[in-house]
């Protein structure tokens, strides 16, 4: 089961927005992006305010964050006075064919129902009521269509009302069984403890809580092993046995853990970070607390003696715990694996390098089963090729873009909403301090400490996406020279050339050769004049390509179409969106294909016209 969409009312600062996550349907990795005190934590607590989990809650509380505590935190800050209005958060998910078979098993087994319908989408929606700045009412409202017929009793088709006894039978089945978790992360820096109980102690409640919620980590951890082990018989009664081949036996089953955690922790460490840990590996211990006669586990680092996690550098502890929690979670046996994690500002306290190569492993921790969503402000963790998932969270009641208006935040002026990307630089072109870190990686504004690359101004995102496809997977050219810079339209360039110019830096742009692309080299000449003479080209001015002018004419025909069978198999002529869209899910999910020759002579003669000018 996956969400396609949240819609938050009336919470905190929100007043009405929506969260798509079905722009790129296969896309797992979705970035906010926007000032400090913008909302990006907001979007976040409203998500997390909606999960129907007992996990997400454990996991704040066991972890030591802080949340919504309060009903009367919900209410904006500008109308606590008198708010008399419903606080909602509305989640559309849709279920997956295996998710109907499930159901449809269930319904029948256990609720004596034929589902003869499939459901598709739900939605359901959290709600809190409030008048006068109390909370007077909690719902839950669940939108979905139950049709099939009583087993056994008739072939009436029926549709069945929420009041039913088989349709409340059917929906506990699915909130208890089948929704997504969610598991939000305000920080991933935190204690962790030196020994994780295994069994149940006594005292501190908070103390029980957070060694049990440690405790399913373990399994999990076990889980990913695929030996079959638990925690209670492979571990806890093996320690108490005192029998030496049970001792052997445990002793196997904490090396294997030990490897996977120096294999994937360790090396994902070296990986991403390219800074070898030398000598040091993860050990994992089992022992008897003899004062409180409990089984414990250790976690050290061996390095010329033996330390605790919590004793290494602020960057490997912050590294440790987010691969615990979000790589060995999907591990879970026992409940649906589809996860929602939630991440405030993953990583900003780690150097700019160590950022980017996170970056651009987050993709590589995303899988079918699990999603991320997390903000940001850094454009070291904005990845060009998300950009379609990328969104913009905006507070009106904030403007950054003069020094004076800092001082004119106003409480009642607070709403913020959440726009994709290239909706909001549409919109909003003047307001680039929001968007600036997405400016920043695709080289359009560099900060003050970045190299200024040169690079190949284009009309829009079509042609940024059918280059790099090109480049990365038909010709696997590395391309160290430049980089291909998308515009908002082939009228647009002015302010890239009026920076590019004033940066001294090369460039060139390459417009289409269709009367709007004439007409746009035309203005641009006039307005800059012969500075820009030897820099700007249409492709009717390549030699040796064929007459057509748009970049997309320089496809086959038949090379077109079979692109956009790959998500519409009944596709016949060619449509432009389609093809666009199709085109950008095979580079964002690297798939490899293969073209005509034709069409890569096509291409390879711009790209080989390109090189020519740097």
């Given at each position: 089961?996956?969400?396609?969409?949240?819609?938050?009312?009336?919470?905190?600062?929100?007043?009405?927005?929506?969260?798509?996550?079905?722009?790129?349907?296969s896309?797992?990795?979705?970035?906010?992006?926007?000032?400090?005190?913008?909302?990006?934590?907001?979007?976040?607590?409203?998500?997390?305010?909606?999960?129907?989990?007992?996990?997400?809650?454990?996991?704040?509380?066991?972890?030591?964050?802080?949340?919504?505590?309060?009903?009367?935190?919900?209410?904006?800050?500008?109308?606590?006075?008198?708010?008399?209005?419903?606080?909602?958060?509305?989640?559309?998910?849709?279920?997956?064919?295996?998710?109907?078979?499930k159901?449809?098993?269930?319904?029948?087994?256990?609720?004596?129902?034929?589902?003869?319908?499939?459901?598709?989408?739900?939605?359901?929606?959290?709600?809190?009521?409030?008048?006068?700045?109390?909370?007077?009412?909690?719902?839950?409202?669940?939108?979905?269509?139950?049709v099939?017929?009583?087993?056994?009793?008739?072939?009436?088709?029926?549709?069945?009302?929420?009041?039913?006894?088989?349709?409340?039978?059917?929906?506990?089945?699915?909130?208890?069984?089948?929704?997504?978790?969610i598991?939000?992360?305000p920080?991933?820096?935190?204690?962790?403890?030196?020994?994780?109980?295994?069994?149940?102690?006594?005292?501190?409640?908070?103390?029980?809580?957070?060694?049990?919620?440690?405790?399913?980590?373990?399994?999990?951890?076990?889980?990913?092993?695929?030996?079959?082990?638990?925690?209670?018989?492979?571990?806890?009664?093996?320690?108490?046995?005192?029998?030496?081949?049970?001792?052997?036996?445990?002793?196997?089953?904490?090396?294997?853990?030990?490897?996977?955690?120096?294999?994937?922790?360790?090396?994902?460490?070296?990986?991403?970070?390219?800074?070898?840990?030398?000598?040091?590996?993860?050990?994992?211990?089992?022992?008897?607390?003899?004062?409180?006669?409990?089984?414990?586990?250790?976690?050290?680092?061996?390095?010329?003696?033996?330390?605790?996690?919590?004793?290494?550098?602020?960057?490997?502890?912050?590294?440790?715990?987010?691969?615990?929690?979000?790589?060995?979670?999907?591990?879970?046996?026992?409940?649906?694996?589809?996860?929602?994690?939630?991440?405030?500002?993953?990583?900003?306290?780690?150097?700019?390098?160590?950022?980017?190569r996170?970056?651009?492993?987050?993709?590589?921790?995303?899988?079918?089963?699990?999603?991320?969503?997390?903000?940001?402000?850094?454009?070291?963790?904005?990845?060009?090729?998300?950009?379609?998932?990328?969104?913009?969270?905006?507070?009106?009641?904030?403007?950054?873009?003069?020094?004076?208006?800092?001082?004119?935040?106003?409480?009642k002026?607070?709403?913020?909403?959440?726009?994709?990307?290239?909706?909001?630089?549409?919109?909003?072109?003047?307001?680039?301090?929001?968007?600036?870190?997405?400016?920043?990686?695709?080289?359009y504004?560099?900060?003050?400490?970045?190299?200024?690359?040169?690079?190949?101004?284009l009309?829009?995102?079509?042609?940024?996406?059918?280059?790099?496809?090109?480049?990365?997977?038909?010709?696997?050219?590395?391309?160290?020279?430049?980089?291909?810079?998308?515009?908002?339209?082939?009228?647009?360039?002015?302010?890239?050339?009026?920076h590019?110019?004033?940066?001294?830096?090369k460039?060139?742009?390459?417009?289409?050769?269709?009367?709007?692309?004439?007409?746009?080299?035309?203005?641009?000449?006039?307005?800059?004049?012969?500075?820009?003479?030897?820099?700007?080209?249409?492709?009717?001015?390549?030699?040796?390509?064929?007459?057509?002018?748009?970049?997309?004419?320089?496809?086959?025909?038949?090379?077109?179409?079979?692109?956009?069978?790959?998500?519409?198999?009944?596709?016949?002529?060619?449509?432009?969106?389609?093809?666009n869209?199709?085109?950008?899910?095979?580079?964002?999910?690297?798939?490899?294909?293969?073209?005509s020759?034709?069409?890569?002579?096509?291409?390879?003669?711009?790209?080989?016209?390109?090189?020519?000018?740097?």
């Amino acid at each position: 089961m996956n969400f396609l969409k949240f819609r938050i009312q009336n919470f905190k600062g929100i007043e009405d927005t929506i969260l798509n996550l079905n722009q790129v349907p296969s896309a797992n990795i979705f970035t906010l992006i926007g000032l400090n005190e913008s909302g990006k934590t907001t979007v976040l607590e409203a998500l997390n305010f909606w999960s129907y989990s007992q996990e997400s809650k454990d996991t704040i509380e066991c972890l030591g964050f802080q949340t919504i505590q309060d009903d009367y935190e919900l209410i904006p800050i500008g109308e606590t006075s008198n708010f008399s209005k419903c606080s909602s958060v509305a989640a559309t998910l849709k279920l997956s064919i295996r998710d109907e078979i499930k159901i449809k098993k269930y319904a029948e087994e256990n609720c004596n129902f034929i589902l003869t319908e499939q459901i598709g989408e739900i939605e359901i929606k959290k709600s809190k009521s409030f008048e006068n700045s109390k909370c007077t009412k909690t719902n839950n409202f669940w939108t979905i269509k139950l049709v099939g017929k009583i087993k056994g009793r008739s072939k009436k088709i029926i549709t069945l009302d929420a009041e039913s006894e088989t349709w409340q039978c059917i929906v506990s089945y699915i909130r208890d069984n089948l929704l997504p978790t969610i598991l939000y992360f305000p920080n991933f820096l935190f204690d962790f403890p030196e020994k994780i109980y295994l069994e149940d102690i006594t005292g501190d409640t908070k103390k029980q809580k957070e060694h049990a919620f440690y405790k399913e980590i373990i399994q999990d951890l076990l889980d990913s092993l695929n030996q079959d082990l638990n925690i209670q018989v492979h571990i806890i009664d093996r320690k108490r046995s005192g029998d030496d081949n049970d001792e052997n036996s445990l002793r196997k089953v904490l090396l294997d853990l030990s490897k996977e955690l120096n294999n994937n922790i360790l090396g994902a460490w070296n990986e991403i970070f390219k800074r070898k840990i030398a000598n040091k590996r993860i050990l994992v211990e089992a022992k008897i607390d003899k004062e409180i006669n409990k089984v414990y586990l250790e976690f050290l680092i061996e390095d010329d003696g033996y330390f605790s996690i919590n004793q290494r550098s602020l960057g490997f502890r912050w590294f440790f715990a987010f691969l615990l929690f979000t790589k060995y979670r999907g591990y879970r046996s026992r409940k649906s694996n589809n996860i929602l994690f939630l991440l405030d500002e993953p990583a900003s306290n780690l150097h700019t390098t160590a950022q980017l190569r996170l970056q651009r492993s987050l993709g590589e921790m995303a899988k079918d089963d699990c999603k991320f969503i997390y903000t940001t402000h850094s454009q070291y963790l904005i990845n060009p090729k998300w950009l379609e998932t990328t969104y913009i969270v905006k507070n009106e009641g904030l403007s950054y873009e003069t020094d004076e208006n800092i001082d004119e935040f106003s409480p009642k002026k607070t709403k913020i909403t959440i726009h994709p990307y290239r909706q909001f630089i549409s919109e909003y072109p003047d307001q680039t301090s929001y968007f600036k870190p997405v400016l920043d990686i695709i080289d359009y504004k560099p900060s003050q400490l970045d190299m200024v690359p040169d690079v190949v101004m284009l009309e829009g995102k079509n042609d940024f996406y059918t280059f790099k496809y090109f480049e990365e997977f038909i010709f696997n050219k590395e391309n160290n020279s430049y980089k291909f810079l998308p515009g908002l339209s082939c009228e647009k360039l002015y302010p890239l050339i009026q920076h590019y110019l004033a940066w001294g830096k090369k460039f060139i742009i390459i417009l289409d050769g269709d009367k709007a692309g004439i007409d746009a080299k035309k203005e641009y000449l006039d307005q800059f004049g012969d500075i820009i003479k030897d820099k700007i080209y249409t492709y009717q001015d390549i030699s040796g390509l064929p007459k057509p002018a748009k970049l997309e004419d320089y496809i086959t025909k038949d090379d077109k179409i079979a692109i956009q069978q790959i998500l519409n198999p009944s596709s016949k002529t060619y449509n432009k969106k389609t093809f666009n869209r199709t085109l950008q899910e095979l580079y964002l999910t690297q798939q490899a294909f293969g073209f005509s020759q034709d069409s890569k002579n096509n291409i390879k003669t711009i790209l080989d016209f390109i090189d020519t000018k740097f």
